[in-house]
């Protein structure tokens, strides 16, 4: 997977330039914004109706269970219009006491992935959050049978699947969690919410912008629960800083910094790689989904971290976020644990007007699309912007920090604290962050997966999405984030974004 020049693949930096020139010379995105309705920002009250296409999206069939998904233009960044599920319902209303039913889309097999993970975490403490795992989906079958095998230690009933249209057909089912790769995400939770399920989606909302408004819309339509897989919502630091912020310890927000740094000699993402995939237990179209289609190249063998170089099915099936098919790599794995986060910090999270990105390969060029160390630089209405840097060859990070014109917010691994900038001592008290204060007393002291999903299942309880600490809200101003740094990466523009029109154009 070596580029020549460190150019970005699969389209030579030429065509880029040549699509960004389509219309009046700006690259404009607006597939599924054409078809939306529902507000777009928070500064627009009043969100205009967009038309409706004439044409039926193109869509095309995948897998043996044979799924219709659009069909994108991975190599120009965008998305298409997801087809309508096959299952529609009201969501399922659930009091304090009732037991919530989940079903695990996406698991992944030996320790290994966000699926167990999770799947692990309710097992574990399915009495005292009232739960049971009913149903495991996945397009390897090794992986069905062995999460199966897991969650039957608390349930006996559990059904296992690679469809995931089964699992919505069930109305003894309320809530999915969705752990696919990300060119997966937006269609199983437009999908899961149409058919009444309430959602818990990894970051991030979904692979391209348009399909993130689609999201959002059936979100706001249905009124499902969704919460994204951003842990770091619900460490209250963050929220302490909000309540810092808007109270004007800082005076006017000036810039916010931070970064997800890693290394590994391996290589990131280099995970193991099962001996026994072939084409009767691993449904390969149906796992390409809307990604461009590639004849099944069978794997190898058994692959472990130190073997980097492969580009089979098996590598592409478990080290999907080296390639920009399925991945926005850093952008779309590490930064969101910090930019969801960021965006509550600072008391106002807000679209974006202006991103710009770069993304280098100047040391894992030879196994991966995506950039091994990438900068990226937001600014927002209100008048503040963000640096954040990301790099999964050097572990050494910014710390984070908010800069106002009178003080600066510092953290701490269990604290925040304001201190004053020099020329404002006098009329500035630095102070420590109250983080005990009543009003985040809802909270966890520090990012928790498990205190993240319990967050979702009260809001489930509660009837209130926006009582997820990663709503659909926050998800969506981030995933735009995301989606313009990877195409000022890829193309080497900045890219401005009109809120109230749901518009991209390249500066």
Same mark, same amino acid.
């Given at each position: 997977? =070596?580029?020549?020049?460190?150019?970005? =693949?699969?389209?030579?930096?030429?065509?880029?330039?040549?699509?960004?020139? $389509?219309?009046?010379?700006?690259?404009?995105?607006?597939?599924?914004?054409?078809?939306?309705?529902?507000?777009?920002?928070?500064? #627009?009250?009043?969100?205009?109706?967009?038309?409706?296409?004439?044409?039926?999206?193109? $869509?095309?069939?995948?897998?043996?269970?044979?799924?219709?998904?659009?069909?994108?233009?991975? #190599?120009?960044?965008?998305?298409?219009?997801?087809?309508?599920?096959?299952?529609?319902?009201?969501? %399922?209303?659930?009091?304090?006491?009732?037991?919530?039913?989940?079903?695990?889309?996406?698991?992944?097999? #030996?320790?290994?992935?966000?699926?167990?993970?999770?799947?692990?975490?309710?097992?574990?403490?399915?009495?005292?959050?009232?739960?049971?795992?009913?149903?495991? &989906?996945?397009?390897?079958?090794?992986?069905?049978?062995?999460?199966?095998?897991?969650?039957?230690?608390?349930?006996?009933?559990?059904?296992?699947?690679?469809?995931?249209?089964?699992?919505?057909?069930?109305?003894?089912?309320?809530?999915?969690?969705?752990?696919?790769?990300?060119?997966?995400?937006?269609?199983?939770?437009? !999908?899961?919410?149409?058919?009444?399920?309430?959602?818990?989606?990894?970051?991030?909302?979904?692979?391209?912008?348009?399909?993130?408004?689609?999201?959002?819309?059936?979100?706001?339509?249905?009124?499902?629960?969704?919460?994204?897989?951003?842990?770091? &919502?619900?460490?209250?630091?963050?929220?302490?800083?909000?309540?810092?912020?808007?109270?004007?310890?800082?005076?006017?927000?000036?810039?916010?910094?931070?970064?997800? &740094?890693?290394?590994?000699?391996?290589?990131?993402?280099?995970?193991?790689?099962?001996?026994?995939?072939?084409?009767?237990?691993?449904?390969?179209?149906?796992?390409?989904?809307?990604?461009?289609?590639?004849?099944?190249?069978?794997?190898?063998?058994?692959?472990?971290?130190?073997?980097?170089?492969?580009?089979?099915?098996?590598?592409?099936?478990?080290?999907?976020?080296?390639?920009?098919?399925?991945?926005?790599?850093?952008?779309?794995?590490?930064?969101?644990?910090?930019? !969801?986060?960021?965006?509550?910090?600072?008391?106002?999270?807000?679209?974006?007007?202006?991103?710009? @990105?770069?993304?280098?390969?100047?040391?894992?060029?030879?196994? /991966?699309?995506?950039?091994?160390?990438?900068?990226?630089?937001?600014?927002?209405? @209100?008048?503040?912007?963000?640096?954040?840097?990301?790099?999964?060859?050097?572990?050494?990070?910014?710390?984070?920090?908010?800069?106002?014109?009178?003080?600066?917010?510092?953290?701490? %691994?269990?604290?925040?604290?304001?201190?004053?900038?020099?020329?404002?001592?006098?009329?500035?008290?630095?102070?420590?962050?109250? $983080?005990?204060?009543?009003?985040?007393?809802?909270?966890?002291? $520090?990012?928790?997966?498990?205190?993240?999903? /319990?967050?979702?299942?009260?809001?489930?309880?509660?009837?209130?999405?926006? !009582?997820?600490?990663?709503?659909?809200?926050?998800?969506?101003?981030?995933?735009?984030?995301?989606?313009?740094?990877?195409?000022?990466?890829?193309?080497?523009?900045?890219?401005?974004?009109?809120?109230?029109?749901?518009?991209?154009?390249?500066?």
């Amino acid at each position: 997977m =070596s580029k020549k020049n460190n150019e970005p =693949s699969p389209l030579a930096r030429r065509d880029f330039f040549k699509a960004a020139t $389509t219309v009046a010379g700006a690259f404009v995105l607006g597939t599924a914004a054409e078809t939306a309705t529902a507000e777009a920002s928070p500064q #627009a009250a009043k969100p205009q109706a967009k038309p409706t296409p004439t044409a039926a999206p193109a $869509t095309k069939i995948v897998g043996k269970i044979k799924i219709a998904v659009p069909v994108v233009d991975a #190599a120009n960044m965008k998305g298409g219009i997801f087809p309508k599920g096959t299952v529609m319902a009201p969501p %399922s209303a659930k009091g304090a006491n009732d037991r919530i039913t989940i079903a695990s889309i996406g698991v992944g097999g #030996a320790g290994i992935g966000q699926g167990k993970l999770h799947l692990n975490s309710f097992i574990k403490e399915a009495e005292q959050r009232n739960t049971a795992v009913v149903a495991i &989906c996945d397009v390897y079958q090794p992986f069905v049978d062995e999460t199966v095998a897991i969650a039957k230690t608390k349930q006996a009933n559990v059904m296992g699947t690679n469809d995931y249209r089964k699992v919505l057909e069930r109305k003894d089912i309320d809530a999915v969690i969705i752990a696919t790769p990300e060119h997966w995400h937006g269609q199983i939770s437009v !999908h899961a919410m149409q058919a009444g399920k309430h959602v818990y989606c990894e970051k991030p909302l979904v692979r391209y912008i348009e399909e993130a408004w689609q999201v959002y819309d059936v979100a706001k339509s249905t009124k499902s629960v969704i919460q994204i897989g951003s842990q770091g &919502c619900t460490d209250v630091r963050w929220h302490a800083a909000a309540k810092a912020i808007k109270d004007g310890a800082l005076g006017k927000l000036v810039m916010g910094q931070g970064s997800y &740094c890693r290394c590994n000699r391996n290589g990131e993402w280099n995970y193991q790689i099962p001996d026994s995939i072939n084409a009767t237990n691993f449904d390969w179209d149906l796992w390409l989904g809307s990604a461009p289609s590639r004849p099944f190249v069978s794997p190898k063998g058994a692959g472990n971290g130190a073997e980097t170089t492969r580009n089979d099915a098996g590598a592409r099936f478990r080290r999907y976020r080296k390639y920009t098919d399925y991945s926005a790599g850093i952008l779309g794995d590490l930064m969101p644990h910090r930019l !969801h986060p960021f965006l509550i910090a600072s008391g106002n999270p807000e679209f974006p007007t202006r991103v710009m @990105s770069i993304g280098t390969h100047g040391v894992q060029n030879k196994d /991966r699309e995506v950039a091994d160390t990438v900068q990226v630089m937001a600014e927002f209405p @209100s008048g503040w912007s963000m640096l954040f840097i990301g790099s999964t060859v050097n572990e050494q990070g910014l710390p984070d920090l908010f800069r106002g014109e009178k003080a600066t917010v510092y953290f701490g %691994s269990t604290k925040v604290e304001v201190k004053p900038e020099r020329p404002f001592s006098d009329e500035v008290e630095g102070f420590i962050v109250d $983080t005990s204060a009543p009003e985040l007393a809802r909270f966890h002291p $520090t990012e928790d997966v498990g205190a993240h999903e /319990r967050n979702w299942l009260e809001a489930i309880r509660k009837n209130d999405p926006m !009582h997820c600490n990663c709503n659909i809200d926050l998800a969506v101003k981030a995933q735009v984030i995301i989606s313009l740094a990877e195409m000022s990466q890829r193309m080497g523009k900045s890219m401005n974004f009109d809120a109230k029109n749901r518009k991209v154009t390249a500066g």
